[in-house]
């Protein structure tokens, strides 16, 4: 039933639209953050959602804006040589306290993914009081660059040169047209090679994040605020199976050696595996096979796997696990296996200290928040391997991202904002 | 056991090569039949196999060829509007007797597809006594224009025009130039508007079709010679299963409606069926997935069903049985499905006194012969809804068709010339 009823309601907002569906008819006013959210919604927004590419017109635009906005309230603005944007205040504590997220977009996304923590993050430190801010060394909140990694396939970049990793290899990368990254900066006024100066993570003590949650599960439990405890460690295989190409009416079935019977058994078996235990899930999402005749038995099954996991043991056994399975159906089957990986990022374990701070806050709101681990990575995971780290998610409807139709209830956008800004009180307390 | 050295087997012909490994080294002289199939062979031959795809030079050439061959040898040779060559004669007697197969190959085809048919009728016919010949009518082997519908999707285009299949539909097919069947015909000096005049296959009484098995059964069983009872009746259906695409890291296992979860199950089930009774085929050849990303949960999973089976009245049960299995799995998985007819032939059942025919034929040269049906389709399912039909098999080692590796021992091609020759005789005994 649970299962329906948020697909339903996901098919509502689609027959509905987005424009008149996300706004409360006009009786009760925006708070200022959504009346930010809806203005930032602007730059590079069309019917088909928002567009705000790294490097592009409209992600520049946006950040223009940003800053204008920042310094409209009274704070500070910077850049970095990688593009990162900075609003907030030089403090004359000793604690520095980062925030952050990103304002740039996957093509056609939504209006509240990075965007929220940054303008979120923008209204909580808004919010403190004189004698908090006082306490603090530095605060800003960061809007990272390119977190999307769209055009070069270089996701978390802002967060990546911010804590100081080496990103020489990135230099070159090419865009669909063959414009490369180095390019792309230059045309925007940044050059490639003044990244990699001090890392300017060390000026903090902390980086807080508020995010949308991308996903289905505070929805589903009516939970308002979700407390992070973890960013999942993310597993990409690329899986090739091969047996024999033969004729689909001329070979006995028990003559063949199908690679995508093969494929098909391990798709399940992954599957299964996933769903016994809590806190693993695995994908298949893409899939090929050769040579591709109506008539003709598969002889090659290429099929990509992404598993997860957020606790580091589990993690840590996921590959062996995974192996096994492939190894197991194509000595089954007659087929031969081969695997490659394509991408392992570890699990990243939040501060314990900070996320108990974290749900204090979130507590003193509302007791409908619960602790989950993020299955999507996020700048945090970047700056968390530096400094302590912790997250705050608010509900995203029917689990949608990426996507105009990504929708944040107003209240809640509001909700994450004042997490933020009486988590940030209890660290500087 | 029998599938692992069937398989080293066909490891071996590809590591040894065709041209060493095809030809008995030089001990034995090749038969004039054995001597005619390599020559034929040079005819598009070329490294990558033999390529006589209908309306080109190379098919031109071998067609000459095969003409200039039968009059050699003292035959008759004629065309007819739809491009089939005919080489016979014509007989005293009433019973005209039709010999066939094509000469057209697939690209980068084998050499006994097709041409063994054409030229081990050829060689069957000079066998015949005088005494036998002068009881036929008409007798001819017809080398029947584009078997394989390579070009245009047009299989079995010359065997329809000769049963008088109206083709209508036909002449405004293009090929990937965009040239239309109509102009390649013209290009070749037929007119397509000619197709279409009496059916030609009135003239004759029955026909036969000797061909390689291109399936590894024969060879499984030791058998030399294949009587083939019928023709497996195909059925092609589109599928596809819709759920929501997701993201692979946020949305639990259990809130997922994964559209490749359902297409797996569905290969599976549809192989288990399959694989449960003698006398079915099914396959899954073509599969695609959407979104298509490594991270994405599948939200379509787009493939094609092929099923075969030479029981009608298990041929008639296919199209419900699949949809069944599609249905309960799509229904367990929270997707919709949609199933498209591709294609749908109905099994052929071939002339049972005529088989009796061809057994007692095949029994005369040797015991090692054994009824089967055809799991592929040839010219036989189109003049056998017409005319009482039957065919002969010989073995193709590995199984192997469509593909320079495909072979057939010399003593095969002669054996089945010989069954062809002996049947002849009955049916004018």
């Not at 919604?41 to 592009?56: C, D, L, M, P």
């Not at 310094?71 to 925030?99: E, I």
């Not at 403190?128 to 605060?139: F, N, P, Q, S, T």
Request: charged share 20%.
């Amino acid at each position: 039933v649970c299962i329906c009823a948020l697909l339903e309601r996901q098919y509502d907002v689609r027959l509905a639209g987005v424009a008149t569906e996300d706004r409360p008819a006009g009786r009760v006013p925006l708070s200022e953050l959504n009346t930010d959210l809806e203005t930032l919604a602007e730059f590079g927004g069309g019917v088909a959602g928002i567009t705000r590419v790294a490097w592009s017109d409209a992600l520049d635009s946006a950040n223009r804006w940003l800053m204008h906005r920042g310094r409209g309230v009274g704070l500070d603005v910077s850049t970095d040589p990688a593009g990162n944007v900075f609003v907030g205040r030089p403090g004359s504590g000793t604690q520095g306290v980062l925030l952050g997220s990103h304002v740039d977009t996957v093509p056609n996304g939504g209006r509240y993914d990075g965007a929220l923590g940054v303008l979120g993050a923008l209204h909580a430190m808004r919010a403190l009081g004189d004698d908090v801010a006082k306490r603090a060394g530095r605060i800003a909140v960061a809007a990272f660059m390119d977190e999307e990694g769209t055009r070069f396939g270089t996701d978390l970049f802002g967060s990546r040169a911010f804590v100081g990793d080496d990103l020489t290899e990135l230099a070159g990368r090419v865009d669909r047209e063959g414009v490369t990254l180095t390019e792309a900066m230059a045309e925007r006024g940044y050059a490639f090679a003044e990244l990699g100066g001090a890392a300017a993570v060390t000026e903090y003590g902390c980086y807080l994040e508020l995010h949308i949650e991308q996903g289905p599960v505070l929805e589903e439990a009516g939970a308002d605020v979700g407390i992070v405890t973890a960013i999942v460690g993310l597993l990409g295989l690329q899986v090739e199976m091969t047996g024999e190409a033969n004729h689909a009416g001329t070979t006995p079935m028990h003559l063949r050696r199908d690679a995508l019977a093969g494929g098909a058994r391990a798709i399940g078996e992954l599957r299964d595996l996933a769903l016994a235990e809590a806190g693993i899930t695995a994908n298949v999402g893409t899939i090929l096979v050769e040579p591709g005749g109506k008539n003709v038995v598969p002889g090659v099954c290429r099929f990509t796997v992404d598993v997860r996991a957020a606790n580091p043991e589990a993690f840590a056994q996921l590959d062996h696990r995974v192996r096994t399975i492939l190894l197991r159906i194509a000595g089954e089957e007659g087929l031969t296996v081969n695997v490659e990986e394509l991408y392992r990022l570890e699990p990243l374990t939040f501060d314990a200290g900070l996320v108990d701070v974290v749900e204090a806050s979130a507590m003193d709101e509302t007791t409908a928040c619960m602790r989950l681990p993020s299955g999507a990575g996020h700048d945090a995971m970047v700056v968390g391997r530096h400094i302590p780290t912790a997250m705050v998610f608010v509900p995203s409807r029917g689990g949608i991202s990426h996507s105009p139709f990504e929708y944040t209830e107003p209240a809640h956008c509001d909700l994450g904002a004042r997490v933020l800004a009486r988590t940030i009180g209890r660290v500087l307390a």
